[in-house]
């Protein structure tokens, strides 16, 4: 049982946007696109799956729409940079053809269960 009083318990995040407000006054406001090289590029570079790790995996279901689902991928890069991969999926899905999931089910995962 938790005792610590309710206003000193961190409010979870609901929202899409909640997260990325928060990543944002972190400094962590840089979003990964995957390039036609089938590379992701962001924070001035240009990745391979095994120059980044995902640290943190948030996941969204839209309330009204189904349909409306996102994945974003909180990644860090060799030189301890933060950025983020954002991934709608299901019919609303930027992402056509399997590069995209190819690049991210190759990206190892790391094992810290750090607050972000």
Do not use: C
């Amino acid at each position: 049982m938790n005792n610590e009083p309710e206003d000193m318990m961190p409010s979870p995040m609901r929202t899409l946007s909640e997260v990325l407000n928060k990543l944002k006054n972190k400094g962590y406001d840089n979003e990964l696109l995957l390039s036609d090289h089938g590379k992701m590029q962001g924070m001035d570079k240009v990745y391979t799956p095994d120059d980044l790790t995902i640290i943190k995996t948030y996941r969204f279901e839209g309330f009204s729409d189904p349909a409306d689902n996102t994945a974003l991928y909180l990644v860090q890069d060799k030189d301890q940079a933060i950025g983020y991969i954002m991934d709608v999926y299901g019919s609303n899905s930027d992402h056509t053809g399997p590069a995209f999931d190819d690049f991210l089910k190759q990206i190892p995962v790391s094992d810290s269960e750090t607050d972000w």
